[in-house]
Every structure is written in structure tokens, then in C-alpha cells.
């Protein structure tokens, strides 16, 4: 398969084809430029005029191109630590792996390093290449800072958010905060004032404590009305940096599982098979309903390379068969591309199409993007994959053209 030998103004592909409704067994998806034109069964497109379609591997499914809201870096650079070309490689390594929109995860640093972080981001999120920045910490509790480094942890600071915004030129886009810290009230407050979605996570809050964070802010969203989008706080990586759920200390998992349940929260989960157990994963789908879902890969420098080595903000983490971990065994990120992710998740029985859905449909919602991004379907960016039948990558396209895989 050689689809860049294609034209690059317009084209299409005839496979097996994931829409928003259905899977169309004999499908066609036409592009011209960076929009999708047609999206459906091939026997309704008329290809008159049109260059021949690229030819694609046997039992081949096209895909939405991926959407990530939680990934810290890739190909050995890091999005808090490195330069503005080692973001810039992170990146287009991530584009190429299938996540063709994400946000760039920054870790707790000290307060100048975090706004050079957020002016390198800014920059890269104004030419497209991320769609914005999710600040994971320093908010967080010390108790649950997991890989975070804890002589940057601080308690909330709506003042410092605010010299984010101004120094990432608006682009912070999430934000995890630990609900249960001095003044966290105040500090969701300041983020829905941005703009800024809350998301609960490195906490070791109480059950009743992050269910009324997690119900405040979606009523803070709800009145800010957030761009026309039914907003919902997200809770970071669910399971992880939390205290454990016990049937007699449930914390701020249970919380967090319910507000998901009723459709006011989106937890993410890390499906890379070590940061949860793949048939946790499918259980919490099932409990929840794949709406409510956003797949992330948690991704930092060593994903897309092997083990050794490497950083993570100012730590060094360790890789070994593929876990991250800091030198005291605490996992340290993820070394799985998001679509990884969502082969771990259908091989644990989670259904293709929640999958797919909780890595494109869910997080572009998280970013108010559904009518750019996130699914198959006339008017969005022609982002695409072309995937086997076991989900392993034969092509991406995205904005309309063919990326090296």
C-alpha cells in the first residue's frame, strides 16, 4: 500500500469503514483537501471523475483518526522538559503512531520551568500540531503524586493559572487538580472562568469530597456554557494516582465511577495493560457505557522506542519490557500509543466501536471539538486510519495527507 503516491488535493478509500452509526461492511470515504466529502456506503458515492482509490490490504477497517487528552511526550522528548524541536518530534512521532489530535500533557515543575513549558506548547498548538495543553499538577496531593516530582507540588493557585493562560497564549485546555487541597473550590472556579475543563485526579480525597467537586464543576461548565458543548469535568486516569477503592474507604474512585455512570463526568483509563488490568478496563465500560469513557495512552519520551532510560519533567524514569517506572518501582507514565490502547481494550472484550468511540468521539468532545474532529463524517478534517483487522496500523491520514508510518 502506497496511498502517498495519491493525489494530495483529493481522494478516497473503499474498506470496511467506521462511522458514528454503524460499521459499513463496503465503505467509501472521499476527501477533498483537509475535509471529508463523503463518508458511507461505497454504492452511494459516485466516483466519477475521481482518482482511483488507494489500494488497501485485505480485511482492512478505516478508522476516525485518534484523539488523545493525556500523553506527556514521545521518540525520546518530553512536553515538559524538552525544546521546542523535541516537542515538535514528540508529536509528529504521536500523528504518525494514529493519534492525529492531542493535547500535550505537562508534569509538576517548578513555576519558571512550567512557563516555558506553556510558551513552547502555546506555539505548537497555534500552528496546529497539538490541540492545546493539559497541565497535570502542581495541584495534586502529595500523598498520590505517583511519578510527580513532590518539591513541586503546591496548593492550588488561581494566580498561577492565570500566568499560565497568558504565557501558553490561551492554549491550556485541562487541568488536574486534587479536589481535596486548600482552596481547590477556588481554583475550579478560575479554570471554567478560562475555560479551562477541571480534571480530578492525583487525589486522596474522601468519597463525599470528590463527588461534590466533580458536581460542582459540571454545574460551573453547565452555566459557563463552554461553546455550545454539554461540558463535563474529566477525572485523570482513573484507578491510578487515587487511593484504592475499599468497601469501607470507597474515595474518590466510587465517586468518580458514579458521576461517570450518570453522564456528568469522563474518566480516562490507561488500556496499555499495566497501568490497569484489561478486564478492569472492560468492566468499567460496561458499568459505565463507552459514552463516558476517554481511552488515554499516558504516553512520555520512551513510547515508539525501547527500553532504557529517560525523562519524564526532571525525573529519570526507567523502562523495562516496556513499563516506565521511577527507580522505586512507581509507574511513570505509559510507553503504549493510544492505539495500543484500544487493541488492549477490544482484546480484553470491550466492543470495537466503544473503543474506537472513547479514543475519538468522547475526548473530541472533552475538547469541544466533535464538529472538526473525532469521527467519520462528512465536514470534519479528513483524519483517518487505515487499520487491520486485529487493529495493527497500515496508514494515517491527517488534515488530508498521508503521514509516514
Partial sequence: MNPTARSRDRGYLRGSLLTPDELVPDGALAFVGDRITYAGPAGGFDDAGWPEPAPLPAGSLILPGLVDLHCHGA????????????????????????????????????????????????????????????????????????????????????????????????????????????????????????????????????????????????????????????????????????????????GAVAASLRSARSGAAVVELIADGAHLDPALVRTVFELVGGANVALVSDSMAATGLGDGTYRLGSADVVVGNGTARLPDGTLAGGTATLLQCVRTAVAAGVPLADAVGAATAVPADVLRLADEVGALRRGLRADALVVSPDLELHAVLRCGTWLPV
Fill in 75 to 250: 521518540a525520546g522528548s518530553d512536553f515538559t522538559s524538552s525544546d521546542a524541536g523535541g516537542m515538535r518530534r514528540a508529536a509528529a512521532f504521536l500523528h504518525s503512531a494514529g493519534t492525529t489530535t492531542l493535547l500535550a500533557s505537562t508534569v509538576s515543575a517548578s513555576r519558571p520551568d512550567l512557563l516555558a513549558a506553556a510558551a513552547r506548547l502555546g506555539a505548537l498548538a497555534r500552528e496546529g500540531l497539538i490541540a492545546g495543553i493539559h497541565a497535570e499538577g502542581p495541584f495534586l496531593a502529595p500523598e498520590r503524586c505517583g511519578a510527580q516530582d513532590p518539591r513541586f507540588l503546591i496548593p492550588p493557585d488561581p494566580g498561577f493559572v492565570d500566568e499560565l493562560i497568558e504565557a501558553a497564549d490561551s492554549e491550556l485546555v485541562t487541568m488536574t487538580y486534587a479536589p481535596e487541597l486548600p482552596g481547590a473550590d477556588d481554583l475550579v472556579d478560575r479554570l471554567v472562568l478560562h475555560g479551562v475543563t477541571p480534571s480530578l485526579g492525583h487525589t486522596a480525597a474522601a468519597d463525599p469530597v470528590a463527588a461534590e467537586s466533580l458536581e460542582s464543576a459540571r454545574e460551573e461548565m453547565e452555566e459557563a456554557g463552554f461553546g455550545g458543548y454539554a461540558p463535563r469535568p474529566t477525572v485523570t486516569h482513573l484507578f491510578n494516582g487515587m487511593d484504592p477503592m475499599h468497601h469501607r474507604s470507597p
